[in-house]
Structure formats: structure tokens, C-alpha cells
């Protein structure tokens, strides 16, 4: 966007602010339902744009229309002629040729080894162990030397997917039983008969 379609659409924009009057060129700007205070001595607005580019906002330039300030002497000077042909005014000093170069003692220095990684690579970052956590906000623990149980017995030698097979393999064979032997009750209502 070209600096002067800039400075066109935020002068469209200050014809919709209403500026009140404070003194000393502070003002009180009522914009899109919001308002905001513009300090011209100081150069500052509350929407902060102003400060941060140098460049007036729509509030600024609105304020400046009611003092009758010209808009672009309230631009910052980083931005002027004159400063742009003094940043540039030095000059960069050509490079011999690669043969002219003085020799320097020491250990040459190569670029790092590239290795090619296999796969996809990882877009997130390597967190420390103190900046992961869980879902709720707590620090994640690891399982290191826990011990997993399954989630029907109880036990902590299998899980779920191996109980049926820890089951059988554990399971003792019936003792037999006389049919005639009495069966003894440990419950006191309910009277065995011989």
C-alpha cells in the first residue's frame, strides 16, 4: 500500500470521529462507540497506533484538523527525506578478490554436518519438563516405574487385554467332592438334618 493511499483512507476514517476539546491540545475523540484521549504536545493517543508507527492515527488527525495542524508535520521524522539521505549517505566499501584475501592462521572452519531425517519433521518445539502440562493446566507426569493394573481384577502383573489368558493359565484345577458328603453352611438359619 503506497503511503499517500495510507494517509487517504485513515483521513477518511477522522471524518468520523468527534473531537471535544480539552486544553492545551488534549483532546477527548469519540470513535465507533469508544473514546480516546489525544495528547498533540506529547504525541500520543490511547489507541497507541501513533506510537508505535510514527505515523498519526485517525484520532490524531482529527484533532489536528480542529487546531488547523497540517497532518504531516505531526508524522515522525524517522520517516523524512532528509533522514532517509542520511541514513544512506554512507558508503559500502567494495570487497577484493578472493585471491587478495590475507591467509589467516588457524583451524578452518566448516559448515555443520547436514543429516537428512527420515519422515515428516516436527513442527512443535522441544518443551522443557517444567513447561509441559496436562489438559487441566497441571504438570504432566511421567510413567516411568509405575506399575500399569488391569481394569477388571485389579491385578498388577497383566492388563485388561491379557486377563483371560493370566485367568486359565492360573486357574486351579476343581478337587472332587463326594456327592454324599454333607454340605456344611456357615449361615446359623439354616438347619442341616441327618
Same mark, same amino acid.
Given at each position: 500500500m503506497d503511503l499517500d493511499q495510507f494517509h487517504n483512507i485513515i483521513t477518511a476514517w477522522a471524518a468520523f470521529c468527534m473531537v471535544q476539546g480539552a486544553g492545551q491540545?488534549?483532546?477527548?475523540?469519540?470513535?465507533?462507540?469508544?473514546?480516546? %484521549?489525544?495528547?498533540?504536545? *506529547?504525541?500520543?493517543?490511547?489507541?497507541? &497506533?501513533?506510537? $508505535?508507527?510514527? %505515523?498519526? *492515527?485517525?484520532?490524531? %488527525?482529527?484533532?489536528?484538523?480542529?487546531? &488547523? %495542524?497540517?497532518?504531516?508535520?505531526?508524522?515522525?521524522?524517522?520517516?523524512?527525506?532528509?533522514?532517509? !539521505? !542520511?541514513a544512506y549517505s554512507f558508503n559500502i566499501k567494495p570487497m577484493r578478490d578472493q585471491e587478495h584475501w590475507t591467509r589467516m592462521e588457524g583451524v578452518d572452519v566448516y559448515p555443520p554436518v547436514y543429516t537428512k531425517v527420515m519422515g515428516r519433521p516436527r513442527r512443535n518445539r522441544k518443551k522443557d519438563?517444567?513447561?509441559?502440562?496436562?489438559?487441566?493446566?497441571?504438570? !504432566? $507426569?511421567?510413567?516411568?516405574?509405575?506399575?500399569?493394573?488391569?481394569?477388571?481384577?485389579?491385578?498388577?502383573?497383566?492388563?485388561? !487385554?491379557?486377563?483371560?489368558?493370566?485367568?486359565?493359565?492360573?486357574?486351579?484345577?476343581?478337587v472332587a467332592t463326594d456327592d454324599d458328603s454333607e454340605e456344611e453352611f456357615d449361615d446359623p438359619s439354616i438347619i442341616s438334618v441327618s
Open positions: 491540545k488534549v483532546f477527548k475523540v469519540l470513535s465507533m462507540n469508544h473514546s480516546y %484521549i489525544v495528547d498533540l504536545n *506529547c504525541e500520543s493517543c490511547d489507541c497507541k &497506533r501513533w506510537e $508505535l508507527s510514527g %505515523i498519526p *492515527c485517525h484520532h490524531a %488527525i482529527a484533532c489536528a484538523r480542529e487546531e &488547523r %495542524i497540517d497532518p504531516e508535520s505531526l508524522v515522525h521524522e524517522c520517516y523524512s527525506v532528509a533522514t532517509y !539521505k !542520511k519438563p517444567e513447561e509441559k502440562l496436562d489438559k487441566e493446566g497441571g504438570k !504432566k $507426569l511421567t510413567k516411568h516405574g509405575v506399575s500399569m493394573h488391569c481394569s477388571v481384577c485389579g491385578a498388577a502383573n497383566h492388563n485388561k !487385554k491379557g486377563h483371560q489368558k493370566w485367568a486359565e493359565t492360573n486357574r486351579e484345577a476343581p
